[in-house]
């Protein structure tokens, strides 16, 4: 079945630790995101890319950093620099950069 | 920058119709979409509507856009406890930008 695959689903990392989220669409879609979902704080958008090679910042990109190197491919490194990085991380992606979005099922990574 | 506004909560008795708002602020966008999202999961796309629709149907869900007031709500008819989740408003403006969420509102349905 074609879809987004996203993991892991659940991820625990120390304090200073860098750590990577995959993300995995085997849709043929041109454009992938990641945002970032807090209680109460809807969804920020953190990167994306709408076509391989390239990608821009969004709203929340300090502290994260992504790359493209394949078209079904956009991991996100969580890096130390990010103060508060325990959140809900989600990926989406779609045909062309201004079409319907289709998400993964989520990482959730805590910081212990 | 564009800014979508949604209120947080709502609560509904099953059988009733839940009603969902949503205000905007982008006078150039060009699509509107509901997404659901249930505990622990991605977002499902529900529905969406052109900007030069007023209304869009499908089965238990009615869209409705109020361009001038720049107003988006959508209908749950006969609203069932599968129901409860967390429903987003987004809008797209004209070009090629990502979407832009508002922060969700969460329908419990009480049986």
């Known amino acids: 079945d074609g879809g987004i695959t996203q993991s892991p689903k659940y991820l625990f990392r120390k304090e200073g630790q860098n750590v990577t989220l995959s993300c995995e669409q085997n849709l043929n879609h041109d454009a992938m995101y990641w945002y970032r979902q807090d209680p109460g704080q809807g969804l920020r958008l953190i990167y994306y890319s709408q076509i391989v090679n390239d990608f821009q910042k969004g709203d929340i990109a300090e502290g994260y950093s992504v790359s493209r190197e394949k078209k079904e491919s956009f991991p996100l490194t969580v890096t130390s620099a990010q103060k508060n990085p325990t959140a809900f991380y989600l990926c989406a992606s779609s045909r062309r950069g201004d079409g319907e979005l289709f998400f993964g099922e989520g990482s959730r990574l805590t910081v212990l | 920058g564009e800014d979508v506004e949604q209120s947080l909560f709502l609560s509904v008795r099953e059988g009733d119709s839940s009603v969902i708002n949503c205000t905007y602020t982008?006078?150039?966008?060009?699509?509107l979409y509901w997404y659901k999202q249930e505990p622990g999961a991605g977002l499902q796309l529900l529905t969406y509507i052109f900007s030069n629709m007023d209304m869009k149907q499908d089965q238990r869900l009615t869209v409705l856009l109020n361009k001038k007031d720049k107003h988006l709500s959508l209908r749950i008819a006969d609203t069932q406890t599968g129901d409860s989740a967390i429903y987003f408003c987004?809008?797209?403006?004209?070009?090629?930008?990502?979407?832009?969420f508002g922060k969700g509102t969460r329908l419990s349905v009480i049986a």
């Open positions: 982008d006078s150039s966008s060009t699509y």
């Open positions: 987004a809008e797209r403006s004209a070009g090629n930008t990502p979407l832009v």
